[in-house]
């Protein structure tokens, strides 16, 4: 059953494969459908073993990732947690025509619909998201203990110990202890459950993989330190550290800006090369470390090659205007729009000159808001006016 | 959903967040100020050495905890050990009456020589309570030979291992050689000494989680600038007492600090008289009450003779300029100077106009005034001061936070200023008016 399910999806991309490139890659990205399998009652993401056991989240797992559930009992929850860089792609993409719309698929392949059998830009925007929504999510589990297998590292070193800077033999370097967010393991385990399947093989595999690296490194990068310093009268005798994971609303500003300048890339010539030398050698697979160390070289060779942290896409954006059930696009029909605004979320862009319509409507809305010590909030429930402008 | 709502940290995850690691790292931080403690005090206890040997054990003892703590840095330490050395001892060999004027005056110019020349700030802010504490010890030492108080100048091993002491050579306090010595020949060993230590853990670490994560919290960035100031100052001075608590602790372990029955005697600070203040000359008393003692009895009391106020000020310089040549901590301190000196003042002219008792300090015994401390007037006029000490404290003490940048590499003139025009002068305004009213009165 599995084995048609699987062959109806490989038929039905191989026929919306319209660029040539071959867009088959396996179920790689299945496990987002636990993310989304969390939210409807059936199911409970705080309670791991009934996720674990439950056939259909089981179903959106491959082997490898089976394992690892099995093995590291709480990772399932966090997985499933994950779901909120669902949320953080539609912030993002809230005033544009393509707004990560998702469907309610337990299949989680077609989570956000046949886009992501492109190698677009938005595609690549997905991967990053969840694959960084995982590693926040593990890291942040970690900490609050809810995953057994993960140890506070204590021995572990922060970035700062590894460069230079500020690295004077005189001063000591702090050491990272106590197990604030522990994005070690967040990372690791991402690389190991995100990037099950991505052997790195095909281009597109190569471009799954880059994005789900990036993801990754946006969250390591914006880890904070905070620290502050105790000592008599003021100096810094003692120094206490504590690593701050980022709120997911900055990683998600940070790849959306990458998102605006994602490159397109092609593979470089040494790496078209190399797979053909490595399946006569080693004809099984590609060494895990290896499979990370990879060039993409710019489709316009005057560009810079893309950076760990860039996103990087294969082929254009289709057009999201109008509705598209081969590409799985909704089209803009419906979208609200704002018609003062001459960006992509004026009216005039996102129904793409179809025009629009304006309703009035009242809302009951919080407002007055006023704090009070300590710590409640009271508002007052309003009955405002509102102008909603929607595409035709 | 609310995407708002899914990443909103609560209180408890934020608290946990760096509850967490600050508690590892305040213990990790005792762990190696206990062992080298208790290595010491045990080795004292067990084996019966000879007096060169203890003194040598305590300078090994010490020389390796600070070398634990701050590295290679160490050397500036030995450096001013060994240089004032072997100056107390040329100068004995001249038979210099004023040995203890030359050796105070050089540690502070090689004190203030470090701040200027030293490359790196971050270092010297890491190793600045350390030299202090050195130099505190070196002056007391020079001072006490000049008295005579020692039948001939210390040797070497006695020296060193005062200066090393592990029990005060990283976070104070300052202990008098005479203490320190005989400490290292006393030999006791009672439960009570376990509990001490272990009282003196919790406390310290409850200090630590209440500076750097509790009180940054409780009141929040949004609220009126003065409560944050409030919070900022008091965030402050729970640091200090986490450095003071956790000075008792080393001190209790080493075996020093204690009575013959195994009471803890050693008092650095006092918070509850420093939270809820009588007077600013009593903040000025309890903050670091050994560093009190050691102020009063080699400064102040060498320079009374040359009248009671030229003391106070030189006693406000010299423990200036023990602080370094800071324009951040100068100016606290003079302000704290003169407060206190226009607060004493206008107390005690109130006191006498409305023969009640709220003189800056306490009346000991009997009082003479008519309404005694517990009136209702005095009630009132107590509190007065009280509140104005507390926020001449907020005042003070806001701008200890900053930064970790700025923590770690010191404090500039402009950070000052810059803290304490947004309170718009106030304190010192508050003063000036205070001094006005004194000279009217």
């Known amino acids: 059953m599995k084995c048609l399910w699987l062959l109806v999806i490989t038929v039905l991309c191989l026929r919306c494969d319209t660029a040539g490139t071959k867009p088959r890659r396996g179920r790689g990205s299945m496990w987002w459908g636990i993310a989304k399998a969390g939210e409807p009652n059936n199911l409970s993401p705080v309670s791991p073993g009934v996720l674990f056991m439950d056939p259909a989240v089981h179903a959106t797992l491959r082997r490898k990732q089976r394992r690892l559930a099995r093995e590291n009992p709480g990772v399932l929850a966090a997985v499933a947690k994950a779901q909120y860089a669902f949320a953080e792609c539609q912030h993002q993409f809230k005033y544009r025509r393509w707004n ?50 993960c140890t506070c590292d204590y021995s572990h070193r922060p970035r700062a110990a590894q460069n230079p800077v500020g690295g004077r033999a005189n001063v000591r370097v702090w050491k990272w202890g106590g197990c604030s967010d522990n994005i070690g393991f967040g990372f690791r385990f991402s690389r190991e459950f995100v990037d099950t ?85 080693a004809p099984h697979r590609v060494p895990r470390k290896d499979r990370y160390r990879f060039q993409l070289r710019p489709h316009n060779p005057d560009h810079k090659s893309p950076g760990v942290k860039d996103l990087v896409y294969l082929e254009s954006s289709p057009g999201f205007c109008e509705k598209n059930p081969r590409l799985g696009i909704p089209g803009t029909h419906g979208r609200a729009c704002n ?44 009955r405002t006016e509102k102008v909603v402008h929607t595409c035709l | 959903m609310d995407a708002e709502d899914v990443y909103a940290e609560n209180t408890w995850t934020y608290l946990s967040m760096c509850t967490e690691p600050t508690v590892y790292e305040g213990l990790k931080f005792a762990k190696d100020i206990l062992f080298s403690n208790l290595l010491l005090r045990f080795t004292i206890q067990f084996l019966p050495l000879p007096h060169n040997v203890r003194h040598s054990l305590s300078l090994i003892t010490g020389v390796y905890l600070l070398y634990n703590n701050i590295g290679s840095a160490i050397f500036w330490t030995i450096g001013l050990t060994t240089g004032s050395y072997t100056m107390i001892t040329v100068l004995s060999w001249t038979k210099s009456k004023r040995r203890s004027l030359f050796v105070s005056f050089t540690i502070i110019t090689f004190l203030l020589l470090c701040e200027i020349y030293v490359l790196n700030p971050k270092m010297w802010q890491q190793i600045r309570g350390i030299q202090m504490i050195a130099a505190m010890k070196i002056i007391s030492v020079a001072i006490e030979l000049d008295r005579n108080i020692y039948n001939n100048i210390l040797n070497p091993v006695e020296y060193g291992g005062y200066i090393f002491c592990p ?91 204690l009575t013959n029955d195994c009471h803890c005697e050693l008092k650095v600070t006092r918070p509850s008289y420093i939270e809820i203040p009588r007077s600013l000359v009593q903040v000025v008393v309890y903050w670091n009450i050994p560093m009190h ?109 900053a930064s970790f940048s700025v923590q770690e590499s010191g404090f500039s003139y402009l950070h000052t200023m810059s803290k304490w025009e947004n309170l718009n002068y106030f304190s010192h305004g508050l003063v000036v008016f205070m001094y006005i009213i004194y000279l009217m009165m």
């Not at chain 1, 890339?265 to 006569?280: C, F, G, I, W, Y």
């Not at chain 2, 009640?356 to 000991?364: G, I, K, S, T, Y």
């Open chain 1, 100 to 149: 990560c719309s998702t469907r309610n698929f337990l299949r989680g392949k077609n989570l956000f619909g046949k886009i992501v059998d492109r190698g677009c830009r938005e595609t690549a925007f997905i991967y990053a998201i969840t694959s960084a929504g995982v590693t926040h999510s593990l890291a942040r589990a970690c900490r609050e203990a809810s995953i057994e297998s």
């Open chain 1, 197 to 281: 399947g991505e052997r790195g093989k095909t281009l597109r595999e190569k471009m799954n993989l880059h994005n789900n690296e990036a993801g990754r490194r946006h969250v390591q990068t914006e880890m904070k330190q905070e620290c502050k310093c105790h000592g008599m009268s003021g100096s810094c005798t003692v120094k206490t550290c504590w690593m701050r994971l980022p709120s997911f609303r900055s990683v998600g500003d940070s790849l959306k800006d990458r998102f605006d300048g994602a490159s397109r890339v092609m593979l470089s010539k040494a790496d078209v090369e190399t797979p053909a030398q490595r399946n006569e050698a």
């Open chain 1, 339 to 382: 018609d003062t605004s001459i960006g992509v979320d004026g009216c005039d862009l996102m129904c793409c000159g179809r025009g629009y319509k304006t309703n009035t409507m009242f809302v009951v809305e919080r407002c007055n808001c006023t704090f009070h010590w300590c710590c409640e909030v009271k508002c007052k429930l309003c």
């Open chain 2, 167 to 257: 029990a005060n050579c990283i976070l104070g306090p300052w202990m008098s050689f005479q203490s320190y010595n005989k400490s290292l020949e006393v030999r006791f060993l009672c439960k009570r000494w376990f509990s001490i230590i272990l009282i003196n853990l919790i406390l310290s670490i409850s200090f630590l989680v209440l500076s750097n994560c509790l009180i940054p919290w409780y009141i929040d960035d949004d609220m009126p600038k003065w409560l944050i100031a409030y919070r900022d100052a008091q965030a402050f001075r729970m640091s200090h007492y986490f450095v003071s608590s956790m000075s008792v602790l080393s001190m209790v372990s080493a075996g020093f600090g």
């Open chain 2, 293 to 401: 003692q050691w102020l009063k009895m080699y400064v102040f009391k060498t320079f009374q003779p040359y009248g009671q106020f030229t003391a106070i000020l030189i006693t406000y310089a010299v423990s200036s300029l023990l602080h370094g040549l800071n324009f951040q901590l100068s100016a606290v301190l003079l302000s704290i100077g003169t407060f206190s000196y226009v607060e004493y003042n206008l107390r005690s002219k109130i006191a006498l106009a409305l023969e009640v008792c709220c003189l800056a300090n306490p009346c000991l015994k009997q009082c003479t005034h008519k309404y005694k401390k517990n009136s209702l007037l005095a009630l009132v006029v107590n509190s007065i001061f009280t509140l104005i000490t507390i926020m001449h404290l907020a005042y003070l003490g806001v701008m200890f936070e």
